[in-house]
Structure formats: C-alpha cells, structure tokens
C-alpha cells in the first residue's frame, strides 16, 4: 500500500520521468492513471505511450471473446486463480458495451470477478467499448502496451462478447481463446465463419453439462474441415469455471502457444504507413476526382494513419419520403471513408463486403461525420471500421468494410485525373 | 332559463351508462389516463356493465369455500381477527427479551425475531465488524443467546416467527431450547419466515445464501423434517414482500411468489412427498403498498389463484391445502424521511388495505423506519394503530366488505390475469428456478424499479413531503438511531468467545461433521444434523460454514 | 478531453438491499456515465482496490441498514492508499445524527431517500469535472 502512496504523489505532479518510472515498477495508482489518460486521449498519454514502446512485447497477451453466456467472466476467474497459483501477476482489461444511444455504460464484469480481483498478483481494469466496433474499445491496444511495460506476465483481455463481431482481439492478442458454450447447436454453423476461425484454443466451458460432448465433438469436426496454421494445431479444451477442472490444461495450452508463436504478435503487425501529409494530399486527390463524392457534397476533413475523416451536411437532396435522411447517403459518407483509406497504400483496394448499422434518425441541416479506423490488415486483406456520427457526438450508424488489396497500384496519379 | 329536463329514470343500465358518458366527457374535457402501479389501466367509474352477474359463484362466492376470493375461512375476521405480529430485534439477547416482553404487555399475541444482519449473513459476532453488531436485529449466535431471547414465553402456547433463512439455525436453537425447558416439540407453532431462498436471489440479498442447488435441497429437507417432528410449524413462507420492495409491481410480486411456491412444491412432490402432507403448511408473506385498492385486488386474486393450481396440479384434495394464508407487512418502499410523522397516515392506509384483501397475520411499520432501524416509541404507535383498526374503526364486522364492489371484482379480475400471464411466462422459463438463474426475473424487476422511480421523479407519482406539500423541517426533531449499549454488546461478544473456547471440542467437531456428511449423502436430511448441532452446542457461524464449504456460497445473481 | 464521469457504485458491511443502488447505477449509466456496480457485501479493502484500478472519480456507497457505521473505516483506507481526491458519497438511510460524522471524515455528501436522481447525476457531473481538471491539469 505504501507504494501505491507514492504513486499518487508521483502521477500528482506532471513528470513524465517520475511516472514513468512509476509505471514501469508496478505502481497500481500511476498505471491506473496512466490508462485513465489513455482512454481520454489526454494530450499527456501520448508521450508516455511513446516513452513506454521500447518495453512493450514481453507480456502474453491472451484474448478471450465468445457468445454471451460462455462464461467467459467465470472462466476468466478461474484463469486468475491458476495463474497465481503459478505465481504470475496478470493484468485483466474487460470490455463492456456502452450505450449507442446515451454513451453511459455499466461495467458489471466484477460481478464475476471479485474473487480473483482481490489478490495482489492482480489488476483488473474495466473499459467501455464507447461505441468502438469489434469487441474492443479504442484505446486498448495503447493500454494493452502500457500494461505490458509495467511488466505483468500476462495481459487477459476480455471481449464484449457480441459474438462474430469480435474478431478485433485476433490483431491484438498473442494467443486467442474462444469459449464455447456446450450445447451451441446450430449456433455452431453461426458462429463458425466468425470467431471460431480467430481461435488458437477452444475452450467448451460448463463441460460438466450434457451437451458438452457434442460440443466439443462438432468443434473438432469443424477444424478437421480447416486449414491449419502451419506449426500450430488449434486445441479444444474442457474446462468447468466454476469448479475450476480443466483450467490448469487451458494454461498449460496458454503457454505452449505462447512458446510457439511468440510475444509481441500485435507489434509486429503491418508495416507502418506512409507519412501523413503526403499520403494526405493524394487521398484529398482521390476524393477531388470522385464524381459521385461530389455529387453528395461530401467533404474530406482529415486523414492520418489508417483514418480518414469525411464530413456531410444532410441537404433536402438526401431526405427519403419520411422527410429523414436516406440510409443510402449515411452508407455512401461511411463506404467513402473506408474507401478512400483503404486505397492509401499504393495499390488498388477493392471494396468487397460491407456492413453498416443505423442507430438513429439523422435530420435535414445535420453534419455527419464519418472517421474510418483500420482494424486489421495484411497483404491480401484489410478490415475497416467506420462510426458516423451526428454534431452532438451520437453515434448514428456503424459501419465494417474488408477490402482485397490487388497489387494493381493506382493506375494515375490522382493529380492526372482532376478534371 | 331553465334546461330542457332528462328524461328522469332512463329505460336501461346501459341507456344510463351512456348518458353518464356523455356528461363526464363533456364536463372533464381531456381525461387524463390513470394506471395503477401494475399497470392497468383503471376507469372512471365501474357499473354493473363490468362484471358478469353469472359468474358470481366461480369468481366470487362464499369465504371460506372455492373460489375462496372472499377469503379462506368461513368467518374470516369476524371471528379471528389476526395475528398482530410485529417484527422485532436489537441488541444483545437480553436487551431483545426485556423488549419482547414489553410488547407482549401491550397487545401483541405473537414473537417475531429478527437476527443482526451478521447472522442474516451467516456470521457469528466475532467475525465481523463490531460496529455493526445489534444495529438491525438481536445477535443470537447460540441455542444459549435464544434460551435468553426467550425467557419467560411460553413456546407451547405462543406462535414464534422466526427470520430465519436456510439452514434454519434459529428453529434449530429454538428446538434446543424447548428441549431443555421439557416442551414437546409437537406442540411448537410458528413459522421459517425466510425460507423462500429464491427470492433472497433475485430481490433481497440480505441473507446467507448457499448455492442455487444447495439451497433448493435443505429447503426440501427443512420442509418434511418439520412436518414430521414440528408438525404445527410452517417451514415455508413464500416472500413477496422481497420482490415488491426491490421494484416488483403488485402484480408482479404477486406472480413471482406464486410461481416461487408451485417450484417449491413441485420439488416436494418430486421427493415423493404428498401434496396434502406438506401445502396445509405452506404459508406467505406480502408486502401491503399504499395502491389501495391494487393491494386489494392482489390479494384476492392470490387466493383465487392458489386455491384452483393446488387442486389442479397436484391434485390436492385437503381444503386446508388449498387456502392461501399470508402474513403481509405494510410497505417501507412508501415511508419517506421527510415530515416522517406522516408515516403513521401511510402504514395505516396499507395496514387498512391488507385486512380488507383478507390477511391473517399483519405487522405495521413504525413510522421512522425510513430513518433508521425503529425506535421503541415508534414501534409502539405502530402496535397502537393495529389496537385501533381492529378495535375502533369496526373494520371487521363484516367479513370482505368491499366484495361485490363493482370496481373491487372487475380489478381482482384484471389483476388475476395479469398476475396469470406473469406466470406463464416464468413456466415458459422452465419454471421459478431456472427463471431466477437465467437472470429473467430480476431483469423484470429492476425494470420497474426504474419506472416507478422515474415516475416519482417526474412528479406523476405525487409523494408527499418528497415532491409535493414540501415544508422546512427541524431536522433534530427527527430521532436518532437507537443503538445497543456499546458496553453491553462488548460483554456479550465477550461471554460469546469465552464460552466458544471452553466447549467440548470434540463433541462440536462431530456434530459439524454430522452436518458436512449429511450435506454430501442425497440420502440423509441436512436440517436434522442441523438440529443437532445445535443441540451440541455449535454456533449459527459453525454450521453455516460448514454448510459454505460443503454445499457452495451463493452469489446474489444482480442485474442492473 | 472527454470528462464522461467514472463512478462505482457499492455496498460495503452487512446489508443486502440494493434496490437503491441498482435504480442510481441504472440512472447514472442512462445519463451518459460508465458505472463499476458491484453487489453488496464487499469488503473495504475490495472496495479501495477497485477504485484504485479503476481510477473513478466518485465513490458512490448505499447504505440501508447502518451501514454507514464502517464508512469512516473505508474513507481511513482510501486515505492510507493515498487515494485522497476521489470524491465519496453515501446514498440511504442515514439519520441525522450520524451525517455530521460522515461529513467530518470526508464524505463529501449524503444523499437521504426521495433524493431526485437527477440531483445525484447533477453533482456527479460537477464533482467529476473538479476531479479530473485536478488529476489531468491542462
């Protein structure tokens, strides 16, 4: 406890120095506050961030997502328990849902948790999606690396638990559990072309109940039918949170992953992009020559990396019969900044699926504003994100693109084509 | 000049129903739409044209006979008013007896004890914060502390309720006790107030909880334990109290105890016991709100309904079986802090209302309840308000007086069906149990604990002294929250470790094993070895975790 | 900077009525906050770790049933743990007599029954925003 009295002190001043060295002790008090400016995009964090990258990559990092009702909580519990029983320091980062519509959100994981949260070896930490898609919440990777240069042995983090949405954790995590409920049925054929394919360990918790065996057996016929990873053969795991059988096993198949594949994954992710200003100018360039952009007075704001930012004022030409803005002009501001980010890397991206969901009425006079983020890329494929949001701040709609990277690169500069 | 004349006596009921109409709409303008707090919308007036006339035997009838809406005896409170039950405990064993006595001198024909919160939980006093101990109820830890909270009642003659929820320690402290001073145990009366596990579940997690599984079998235990060696005692009170003081509508808390007792006796039955064995001993308990006539309604419509399910689901054919006996308490959710003098209008609004829908048993709140645990003086002009509805106002000369009310019946029908698809919904849930797992119930519940505060807030809901008729208060008027003498409690936690530590050990070790192996043999019954270690000489805290370690601490399972 | 209030909302000691504290955490998370709800029982060194992790602003605390007694031994431990500008308020039944006493120790108010709730989320707003221009200076 006395150490944490320093940290206040520490963090209370403003010495980037003092809190590192804080942070990189264990110091519960400054990491806390280290994530709380993080989260807030406090203008400070980010040269902490920065100072902190060089000790970033020794921790495991394990996500955990799956359906409701997986038990994913309990499980996680359970796991706190083992690993303490092995004498490590975890750290856990649970995310809940806000509220599209209020932003307020309850974060009841320590419900579930306070058990294990009580033990010293380990700090939990709740964040609110705050409208962030794919099962995370914006700042996590930042506070994922935080916690990581603090020095904890591992780093759990916890999903929503949306169910396919999830797949964000599979860029950030080292190692990706999945729990199963048993009993999943056909939800199995649901769930199979979403997170079960992000999974390094399945894990059929509650396997005390009778449809557990049929669980488990339809997982393993379903990755008979998959291509495997070379060097690493997906486990499927029983275990029993509550009673905590089968836990030690999920470790053990924890740290044989970890072994196999490394620490560290998500750092070594994706060649950095481009400088900013002048990928900037060519993408301004991009939307210059864009004929339909034009048409719907869309405007470029900004981009930076893996984001660009659009914006819209909502005019009568928008309007559907209900007098409310069609659905079709929110689609076409958020397909444009996912569009126009995606083609930032020399070649031709092609859009190829899309998904977007509308959470509020939007009204003629209204400035949308559409900010894509990258959630995942490779040289083949890349994942985007897009909220568009309304003057006030809500959230009107979300919207989730994959494109395929062809190694077409951009046929003219975009200069060649203004008219 | 004058107006043309109606037509004086019009040719029909509903000739006259639409004059009527015409001449509210025209003189109220835009009626404003009116809901109790179940959610029914309630009319204007109600008239014969409300009611069907035929169908005054199956819904109406005799007290005393099926339907039983009337009520479940035949002279109902012209012949027995109740049982004036008043809730007490504070302090240290000593200091609950000389209160106790106190209130059997001024009318009270029945003992109720509330334990501290730490035997609520589980505990013996020397495991928790001392502050604590005594502030909400009497610290009995022992078959000694209860032989002290006793002194002087005649357990033969006097009915006892005790808060007592799973393992039931406080019946098995109290059988101790009966024992010593050479009373037949087949002579004992009263009731395991807080047995009803499920709702300490979803609604009032005051109390020790084992595991769900736990739970569901020492209450199967508990109940044909005591029908064989108590066979006066009702093991079970089913709470709705719980559920309504957690935000549950009437009509809600009325469907959720009745869906909790259908469970509990469906695993009765499952255990091979008989359903005329064990229902004449199922008892309940309610929470009587300030909705007056809604409460009314509840409760009619909770006898309708009990009687019809004990004769058709499990075939019950013992009229003792099918009546539905309910203690209910006026509601503490409707006292407020401010002008709390108030307080004596409001309880006796409620108390008014739950012996017009036909209780048996009736404690009244005291009105600084809202402030702190009641003092004496409260306490006291709560009993005084039973003494004068029951002996002033001349409320029970006629038995169900608002029966036949055109307004009373219409609402008890329209509750019955509401409080009829409540239920259906739980069966659907797979009953009470699962209900109750899978986090339905208290989902419904916080819900409308979020609506009717809103509705408070809001102002539709008018509170008086909270959002309407506000004054500027002398705060010192108010009392203070009676606390147990700290040099008493610290004596008695004393004695209480002292005497822990000279006890035969290895008698109480057996006994606390009796009570683990019985946990883990199905075949054996857990309230049994729960009585004998009380007999040996173990503490409330001795049994209960043992019973934690054996069977699983239940968690509350709370949604927001 | 976002100064979306961080709040838990707890019960420490014996007491198990939480409807009060479920209607306030439902309400705060309605108007826009992210709420740590825990269910009651906890125990006061649970409570300050919480909230040191957590890093909240406000420290809400229901008590129906006298459990405002251990309050002064919460507001030592949060003082010991060096957590001294977190601002905590207790919500219930709390006579009279015992609130100067509360407010002596630090609580920084006392919110009785009938309090609107929208009075509880006003000064959360207020107080959150005291609490992080003092942790994050501009």
Redesign the interface.
């Known amino acids: ?1 006395k150490r ?6 520490a ?1 209370a001043r ?1 010495d980037v120095a003092l809190r590192l060295a804080a942070i990189r002790a264990g110091e ?2 400054a990491i ?2 280290a ?3 993080i989260e ?3 203008a ?1 964090a980010r040269a902490l961030s920065a100072a902190l990258a060089a000790d970033a990559g020794r921790a495991h990092v394990v996500g955990v997502t799956g359906p409701p009702g997986a038990g994913k909580s309990t499980l996680i519990n359970a796991l706190l328990a083992e690993f303490a029983a092995r004498g490590r320091r975890i750290a856990v980062v649970a995310i809940d849902p ?2 599209p519509i ?7 994981d ?3 948790m ?1 058990a294990a ?2 033990a010293e070896s380990v ?4 964040l ?1 999606s705050r409208g962030h898609a794919g099962g995370l919440a914006k700042a996590t990777r930042r506070i994922v690396d935080l916690l990581d240069a603090a020095g904890f042995d591992a780093i759990v983090v916890e999903t929503v638990g949306a169910g396919q949405s999830d797949v964000g954790i599979a860029a950030l995590a080292d190692t990706s559990v999945v729990v199963c409920p048993p009993g999943l049925g056909d939800d199995v054929q649901a769930i199979k072309a979403g997170i079960l394919e992000i999974a390094d360990v399945l894990v059929v918790n509650k396997g005390d109940q009778p449809a557990a065996d049929r669980t488990e057996q339809e997982l393993r016929d379903m990755l008979r039918l998959r291509a495997h990873r070379p060097g690493w053969a997906v486990r499927v795991l029983r275990t029993v949170a509550t009673t905590g059988d089968g836990v030690p096993a999920l470790v053990d198949a924890l740290d044989a992953h970890a072994t196999d594949a490394g620490r560290g994954r998500r750092l070594a992710r994706a060649p950095a992009p481009p400088a900013a200003t002048a990928v900037e100018s060519r993408l301004r360039g991009f939307c210059a020559a864009d004929p339909y952009q034009r048409l719907n007075a869309l405007e470029f704001v900004e981009s930076g990396p893996g984001t660009v930012t659009m914006r819209m004022r909502v005019a009568p030409q928008h309007l559907n019969f209900n007098g409310k803005c069609h659905g079709g002009a929110i689609f076409t501001l958020a397909d444009s900044a996912f569009g126009v980010a995606a083609n930032a890397y020399g070649v031709v991206a092609a859009g190829i699926d899309t998904h977007t969901t509308f959470q509020v009425a939007v009204s003629e006079g209204d400035v949308l504003t559409a900010r894509s983020l990258e959630v995942s890329r490779n040289a083949k494929i890349a994942v985007y994100r897009v909220d568009v949001t309304r003057g006030d701040g809500t959230v009107v709609a979300s919207f989730t693109g994959t494109v395929f990277m062809t190694r077409r690169p951009h046929q003219a500069r975009p200069d060649d084509l203004r008219p | 000049m004058n107006k043309p004349l109606p037509e004086p006596i019009p040719a029909s009921t509903e000739e006259a129903h639409v004059r009527w109409a015409a001449e509210y709409s025209a003189q109220i303008g835009a009626d404003r739409a009116v809901h109790n707090r179940s959610g029914i919308p309630v009319r204007p007036l109600y008239t014969p044209l409300d009611v069907d006339p035929a169908r005054f035997d199956a819904d109406v009838g005799f007290p005393g006979q099926p339907p039983y809406t009337r009520g479940i005896y035949a002279t109902m409170h012209r012949g027995r008013t109740w049982t004036q039950r008043q809730l007490i405990g504070l302090g240290t064993p000593a200091a609950y007896n000389a209160r106790l006595t106190d209130i059997l001198g001024q009318g009270g024909t029945a003992v109720s004890l509330i334990p501290c919160n730490s035997v609520f939980r589980g505990y013996d006093m020397d495991e928790v914060d001392e502050e604590l101990l005594g502030t909400c109820g009497v610290v009995a830890n022992s078959a000694d502390h209860m032989a002290t909270c006793l002194a002087g009642v005649d357990l033969a003659t006097t009915s006892c309720a005790m808060n007592d929820p799973s393992p039931f320690t406080l019946l098995a402290f109290m059988l101790a006790t009966a024992k010593r001073n050479g009373v037949d145990w087949r002579t004992i009366s009263g009731t395991s107030n807080q047995s009803d596990y499920l709702s300490h579940y979803v609604a009032n997690h005051m109390f020790f909880r084992l595991a769900l599984p736990g739970a569901r079998r020492i209450l199967v235990d508990h109940i044909r334990w005591c029908n064989e060696h108590v066979p006066r005692w009702n093991p079970l009170s089913v709470v709705g109290q719980h559920t309504q003081q957690a935000g549950a509508t009437p009509a809600e808390s009325m469907a959720f105890t009745l869906a909790a007792a259908v469970q509990y006796a469906d695993d009765c039955v499952a255990a091979g016991m008989s359903p005329d064995a064990f229902l004449p001993r199922f008892t309940f308990f309610f929470d009587v709100s300030i909705s007056f006539f809604e409460e009314i309604a509840k409760f009619r419509a909770g006898r309708r309904i009990w009687a019809r399910i004990a004769r058709e689901r499990w075939g019950a054919r013992d009229p003792r079986s099918w009546r539905f006996k309910f203690h209910a308490q006026t509601s503490g959710v409707d006292l407020t802090r401010q002008q709390p003098l108030n307080n004596i209008a409001r309880v006796t609004a409620q108390a008014i209302a739950g012996i017009f829908g036909g209780l048996q048993s009736l404690h009244t709140d005291a009105y600084d309840e809202a402030l702190s645990c009641p003092t004496q003086f409260g306490a006291r002009i709560a009993v005084a308000t039973q003494n004068i509805l029951r002996e002033e106002a001349h409320l029970t000369d006629v038995i169900d007086p608002l029966g036949g009310s055109y307004y009373v019946e219409a609402l008890t029908n329209e509750m019955e069906a509401r409080v009829l698809a409540i239920m259906a919904d739980v069966e659907a849930a797979g009953g009470m149990y699962r209900a109750v797992e899978s986090g339905l119930v208290q989902r419904r519940i916080g819900e409308s604990a979020c609506r009717f505060q809103e509705r408070i807030d809001r102002g539709e809901q008018t509170v008086v002294g909270v959002n309407a008729y506000q004054v500027d208060e002398d705060a010192s008027a108010r009392p203070a929250l009676p606390k147990p003498d700290p040099a008493e409690m610290r004596a008695h936690l004393g004695a209480f470790t002292a005497w822990k530590a000279q006890r035969p050990a290895q008698a109480v070790a057996a006994a606390l094993d009796g009570v683990a192996r019985a946990a883990n043999d199905g075949d054996a019954n857990v309230f049994a070895a729960v009585v004998a270690a009380a007999e040996a000489g173990c503490t409330h805290g001795e049994i209960c975790g043992t019973l934690r370690r054996e069977v699983g601490f239940g ?1 509350p399972l ?1 949604v ?1 | ?4 209030p ?1 709040v838990l909302v707890t019960k420490i000691g014996l007491d198990g009525h939480d409807r009060g504290s479920r209607v306030v ?2 309400h ?12 009651p029982w ?2 006061i ?2 409570v300050v ?2 909230a ?4 909240v602003d406000v420290i809400g605390v229901s008590s129906l049933a006298t459990d405002h007694l251990i309050v002064p031994k919460l507001m030592a431990a949060l003082r ?6 977190v601002v905590v308020i207790v919500g219930g039944i709390v006579p009279d007599a015992d609130e100067q006493a509360l407010l002596d120790v630090g609580v920084a108010r006392v919110f009785h029954p009938g309090s609107p709730l929208d009075e509880i989320s006003a000064y959360i707003t207020e107080a959150t925003a005291r609490v992080r221009a003092a ?3 501009a």
Not at chain 1, 4 to 9: F, P, R
């Open positions: 406890m944490d009295a320093t940290a206040v002190g963090h403003p519960r008090a806390a506050r994530i709380t400016a807030n995009d406090i400070s806000s509220s209020t932003g307020g959100a309850v974060l009841g320590r419900v579930r306070h949260g009580a700090f939990i930490r709740s609110a | 968690m709370t927001v | 900077m976002d100064i979306r961080k955490a439902a705060l998370r309605d108007a826009g906050m992210e709420v740590v709800y825990t269910p906890q125990k060194e649970a770790k919480l040191m992790e957590e890093d010991d743990a060096g957590l001294t500008d942790r994050f200076p």
